[in-house]
């Protein structure tokens, strides 16, 4: 793919951002996606390949969002994207790639990381025009995101994703809270009073609630794995109570 994007564009600056998305993990995937791209500049082209349906009758997607690139499959890799440009009024361009002009000459039905998305990813940072990459459409494929449910007491939250040190990040955001404290965390027969600044407060093999970087709850285990201590999984609900 490298090879590929300096071939038609020499002067391309590529950064990895990861290698070690889950095989078939296309949430796992979106959410590096969606953690990564606001810290880079405007007119960076993302090429993103998480494909267990490569050579299917999926189709291969190029998008403008906040100002950059977004090059890849159309399995919903890009949802969480796409759910933050629609919800700060900002324009969603999403093209289906049809224009083989802009693919290898020759497309293996295995690798189209190599044939269609970098290609395509280095004519756009060449400055090639996302219309006349494809057609058009409105109806980009959308994952399934989970969403905090409020309660009586609280909210029930989920576990939305769970990185390589095991630390469990839910779908609820610390501003949900408005600055409160007197919360408490339940999950697996578990419980978590309040929320510590960061993980070293708390002696090695805690169980602790912090705000991530991304400044949403994340259940952690000092110096340890809360999945593993947790037997958690993606999807698991987690009860956030606040004191009456």
Avoid at 9 to 18: F, G, Q, W
Avoid at 24 to 33: C, D, L
Avoid at 187 to 211: C, F, M, N, Q, W
Wanted: glycine share 10%; aromatic share 8%; no cysteine.
């Amino acid at each position: 793919m490298k090879g590929v994007i300096y071939g038609i564009t020499p002067d391309a600056r590529i950064v990895d951002l990861t290698h070690n998305i889950q095989r078939h993990n296309v949430r796992e995937g979106a959410i590096s996606v969606w953690r990564a791209y606001p810290y880079f500049p405007q007119g960076t082209v993302h090429i993103f390949v998480v494909d267990p349906g490569v050579g299917t009758r999926r189709r291969p997607i190029a998008a403008h969002l906040h100002g950059q690139y977004f090059v890849g499959p159309d399995n919903g890799l890009l949802t969480p994207v796409i759910v933050d440009a629609e919800r700060d009024g900002k324009t969603v361009e999403v093209v289906h790639l049809q224009n083989q002009k802009y693919w290898l000459e020759k497309v293996s039905r295995t690798f189209h990381g190599r044939d269609i998305f970098s290609p395509v990813g280095a004519h756009l940072a060449g400055g090639a025009s996302l219309a006349d990459m494809g057609k058009f459409i409105t109806d980009p494929v959308r994952l399934e995101l989970s969403r905090p449910v409020i309660t009586k007491n609280g909210w029930e939250a989920h576990i939305s994703v769970i990185d390589s040190f095991g630390n469990m990040t839910l779908d609820l955001p610390a501003a949900a809270l408005d600055g409160r404290t007197d919360v408490r965390f339940r999950l697996k027969g578990r419980e978590v009073s309040g929320i510590v600044e960061t993980y070293g407060h708390k002696p090695a093999g805690d169980l602790v609630v912090v705000v991530d970087s991304e400044e949403y709850f994340e259940i952690a285990v000092v110096n340890g794995s809360a999945k593993e201590t947790l037997n958690a999984s993606v999807g698991d609900m987690v009860e956030v109570l606040l004191s009456e």
